[in-house]
Protein backbone atom coordinates (compact mmCIF):
# COMPACT_ATOMS: atom_id res chain seq x y z
CA UNK A 1 0.00 0.00 0.00
CA UNK A 2 2.88 2.18 0.79
CA UNK A 3 4.82 1.62 -2.82
CA UNK A 4 1.12 2.26 -4.67
CA UNK A 5 0.74 5.80 -2.25
CA UNK A 6 4.03 6.76 -2.91
CA UNK A 7 4.03 6.13 -6.49
CA UNK A 8 0.69 8.20 -6.49
CA UNK A 9 2.68 10.72 -5.05
CA UNK A 10 5.47 10.83 -7.20
CA UNK A 11 2.95 10.73 -10.38
CA UNK A 12 1.39 13.87 -9.02
CA UNK A 13 4.96 15.81 -8.37
CA UNK A 14 6.11 14.92 -12.08
CA UNK A 15 2.69 16.01 -13.43
CA UNK A 16 3.10 19.44 -11.63
CA UNK A 17 6.73 19.60 -13.01
CA UNK A 18 5.37 19.43 -16.40
CA UNK A 19 2.59 21.79 -15.63
CA UNK A 20 5.22 23.74 -14.31
CA UNK A 21 7.36 23.51 -17.82
CA UNK A 22 4.55 24.31 -20.05
CA UNK A 23 3.57 27.24 -18.08
CA UNK A 24 7.43 28.48 -18.69
CA UNK A 25 7.10 27.69 -22.68
CA UNK A 26 4.61 30.50 -22.77
CA UNK A 27 7.73 32.85 -23.65
CA UNK A 28 7.39 35.40 -26.44
CA UNK A 29 10.09 32.81 -28.43
CA UNK A 30 8.23 29.99 -28.05
CA UNK A 31 4.81 31.81 -28.66
CA UNK A 32 6.82 32.38 -32.28
CA UNK A 33 8.51 28.91 -32.11
CA UNK A 34 4.98 27.44 -32.36
CA UNK A 35 3.44 29.84 -34.85
CA UNK A 36 6.04 28.59 -37.47
CA UNK A 37 5.98 24.95 -36.03
CA UNK A 38 6.23 23.08 -39.84
CA UNK A 39 7.35 25.39 -41.43
CA UNK A 40 10.92 26.02 -43.42
CA UNK A 41 12.70 29.63 -43.07
CA UNK A 42 13.81 30.81 -46.66
CA UNK A 43 16.04 33.95 -48.03
CA UNK A 44 15.14 37.21 -45.90
CA UNK A 45 13.74 39.86 -48.48
CA UNK A 46 13.35 43.95 -47.80
CA UNK A 47 10.05 44.84 -48.79
CA UNK A 48 6.38 43.25 -49.10
CA UNK A 49 3.64 44.80 -51.20
CA UNK A 50 0.94 45.72 -48.98
CA UNK A 51 -1.65 44.15 -51.21
CA UNK A 52 -0.22 41.08 -50.42
CA UNK A 53 -0.20 40.83 -46.72
CA UNK A 54 -3.73 39.18 -44.85
CA UNK A 55 -2.49 39.90 -41.46
CA UNK A 56 -0.46 40.93 -38.76
CA UNK A 57 0.56 39.68 -35.07
CA UNK A 58 2.21 41.42 -32.35
CA UNK A 59 4.68 38.89 -30.71
CA UNK A 60 5.20 40.68 -27.55
CA UNK A 61 8.65 42.75 -27.01
CA UNK A 62 10.66 40.05 -30.13
CA UNK A 63 8.45 40.38 -33.54
CA UNK A 64 5.82 41.35 -35.90
CA UNK A 65 4.51 38.01 -37.47
CA UNK A 66 2.66 38.98 -41.23
CA UNK A 67 0.79 36.47 -42.67
CA UNK A 68 0.82 36.74 -46.72
CA UNK A 69 -0.78 35.76 -49.82
CA UNK A 70 -0.13 31.70 -50.48
CA UNK A 71 -0.27 31.69 -46.51
CA UNK A 72 3.89 32.28 -46.02
CA UNK A 73 4.43 33.86 -43.05
CA UNK A 74 7.07 36.91 -42.61
CA UNK A 75 8.99 37.36 -39.64
CA UNK A 76 10.21 40.79 -38.57
CA UNK A 77 12.53 40.92 -35.79
CA UNK A 78 12.74 45.12 -35.91
CA UNK A 79 16.09 46.19 -36.03
CA UNK A 80 14.97 48.87 -33.17
CA UNK A 81 12.02 49.42 -30.35
CA UNK A 82 11.51 45.77 -30.32
CA UNK A 83 10.70 46.47 -26.82
CA UNK A 84 8.29 48.49 -27.50
CA UNK A 85 5.89 45.43 -29.11
CA UNK A 86 2.59 44.41 -27.18
CA UNK A 87 0.01 42.14 -28.34
CA UNK A 88 -2.63 44.64 -27.57
CA UNK A 89 -1.26 47.37 -29.50
CA UNK A 90 -2.21 48.28 -33.16
CA UNK A 91 0.52 48.64 -35.89
CA UNK A 92 0.10 51.84 -38.09
CA UNK A 93 2.23 52.18 -40.74
CA UNK A 94 3.14 55.34 -43.03
CA UNK A 95 4.50 54.41 -46.37
CA UNK A 96 4.59 56.26 -49.53
CA UNK A 97 4.67 53.16 -51.49
CA UNK A 98 2.73 50.26 -52.33
CA UNK A 99 5.04 48.07 -50.52
CA UNK A 100 6.33 48.10 -46.59
CA UNK A 101 10.02 47.55 -46.19
CA UNK A 102 12.83 47.20 -44.10
CA UNK A 103 13.18 51.23 -43.77
CA UNK A 104 10.01 51.73 -42.69
CA UNK A 105 9.13 52.99 -39.37
CA UNK A 106 5.91 51.48 -37.71
CA UNK A 107 4.13 53.53 -35.08
CA UNK A 108 2.55 51.45 -32.05
CA UNK A 109 -0.84 52.94 -30.58
CA UNK A 110 -2.72 51.00 -27.71
CA UNK A 111 -5.64 49.71 -28.67
CA UNK A 112 -7.95 50.75 -26.29
CA UNK A 113 -6.48 54.52 -25.61
CA UNK A 114 -5.31 54.96 -28.77
CA UNK A 115 -2.48 56.63 -27.48
CA UNK A 116 0.90 56.01 -28.62
CA UNK A 117 3.05 53.17 -26.99
CA UNK A 118 6.34 53.42 -29.32
CA UNK A 119 8.18 53.19 -32.89
CA UNK A 120 10.16 50.49 -34.25
CA UNK A 121 12.38 50.40 -37.20
CA UNK A 122 11.63 47.60 -39.29
CA UNK A 123 14.35 44.58 -40.20
CA UNK A 124 14.29 42.17 -43.07
CA UNK A 125 11.08 40.00 -43.48
CA UNK A 126 11.94 36.30 -43.40
CA UNK A 127 9.79 34.26 -45.47
CA UNK A 128 8.46 30.95 -43.58
CA UNK A 129 6.56 28.16 -45.74
CA UNK A 130 5.28 25.15 -44.87
CA UNK A 131 7.79 22.19 -47.10
CA UNK A 132 5.86 20.78 -50.35
CA UNK A 133 5.04 17.26 -50.15
CA UNK A 134 6.49 15.24 -52.97
Given at each position: ???????????????????????KDNSPEARLARA???????????????????????????????????????????????????????LVTDTHSPQ???????????????????????????????????
Amino acid sequence: MRAFLSSIALLSLLAMGAAAHAAKDNSPEARLARALEGRVAGKPVDCLYLRDIRSSQIIDRTAILYEGRGGTYYVNRPESGAQSLSSGDVLVTDTHSPQLCSIDIVHLYDSSSRMQNGVVGLGKFIPYDKPRAR
